[in-house]
């Protein structure tokens, strides 16, 4: 039985459309979620794998080595001091630098880089891992309505002579913007009591 013509044509119309929207809509959406994903994940490592972090900001330069014992503090300090650190304070970090999305990647010319305060930085944190990679993270200024901070993750220029510019939490701020001593193992008060180098004083009753 022969069609008509325009049945065919509204058929070959339908085939068509099917297979745009599958492609596009259905197979297409699965390859967008996957660089999405790509784009807004800041590093690819786990935690376990970081060796030592060096936090420079305009105040200080911190250099943290993973203990080489299991037992707490997991992290040291290394340098300006030495001594234990303040593994919630590092953890904090750290789970930013593993979990950290980016909400969007901006292309742009690497001569702009003073427009996001990435050329005198407030922060750059280097990462080493135990196989001796080695990843950096940079922190600028918050962007207009200070939601987010501009940030540059191992930069680098690329062909076409432009920089990525990430888009990251301002927790990334909070985490890194800290003074020495909180940086530093808490003391833990109640070691000290057997060691009082004064006796407490008697009671006297009120006489």
Same mark, same amino acid.
């Given at each position: 039985?022969?069609?008509?013509?325009?049945?065919?044509? /509204?058929?070959?119309?339908?085939?068509?459309? =099917?297979?745009?929207?599958?492609?596009?809509?259905?197979?297409?959406?699965?390859?967008?979620?996957?660089?999405?994903?790509?784009?807004?994940?800041?590093?690819?490592?786990?935690?376990?794998?970081?060796?030592?972090?060096?936090?420079?900001?305009?105040?200080?330069?911190?250099?943290?080595?993973?203990?080489?014992?299991?037992?707490?503090?997991?992290?040291?300090?290394?340098?300006?001091?030495?001594?234990?650190?303040?593994?919630?304070?590092?953890?904090? !970090?750290?789970?930013?630098?593993?979990? =950290?999305?980016?909400?969007?990647?901006?292309?742009?010319?690497?001569?702009? !880089?003073?427009?996001?305060?990435?050329?005198?930085?407030?922060?750059?944190?280097?990462?080493?891992?135990?196989?001796?990679?080695?990843?950096?993270?940079? !922190?600028?200024?918050?962007?207009?309505?200070?939601?987010?901070?501009?940030?540059?993750?191992?930069?680098?220029?690329?062909?076409?002579?432009?920089?990525?510019? /990430? !888009?990251?939490?301002?927790?990334?701020?909070?985490?890194?913007?800290?003074?020495?001593?909180?940086?530093?193992?808490?003391?833990?008060?109640?070691?000290? /009591?057997?060691? /009082?180098?004064?006796?407490?004083?008697?009671?006297?009753?009120?006489?």
């Amino acid at each position: 039985m022969k069609l008509p013509r325009t049945t065919l044509i /509204l058929i070959l119309l339908a085939l068509g459309l =099917g297979g745009f929207v599958y492609f596009y809509e259905i197979r297409g959406a699965t390859v967008r979620e996957e660089t999405k994903e790509q784009k807004q994940k800041i590093f690819s490592f786990a935690e376990d794998d970081v060796q030592s972090l060096t936090v420079k900001t305009k105040k200080l330069t911190l250099n943290l080595e993973r203990s080489p014992e299991s037992s707490n503090p997991k992290w040291l300090i290394k340098s300006p001091i030495s001594g234990p650190a303040n593994d919630a304070i590092v953890s904090y !970090l750290m789970d930013l630098l593993v979990k =950290g999305n980016s909400d969007r990647t901006l292309s742009t010319p690497a001569k702009e !880089l003073g427009e996001f305060a990435l050329d005198q930085p407030q922060a750059t944190i280097n990462i080493t891992l135990k196989n001796r990679q080695s990843y950096q993270l940079i !922190l600028g200024k918050s962007n207009f309505n200070g939601s987010f901070l501009y940030a540059q993750a191992d930069p680098a220029t690329k062909p076409d002579g432009n920089i990525n510019v /990430l !888009l990251v939490s301002t927790d990334f701020a909070n985490a890194v913007n800290r003074e020495l001593s909180e940086w530093k193992q808490p003391v833990d008060n109640s070691q000290k /009591l057997p060691g /009082l180098s004064t006796p407490l004083p008697t009671p006297t009753n009120g006489k």
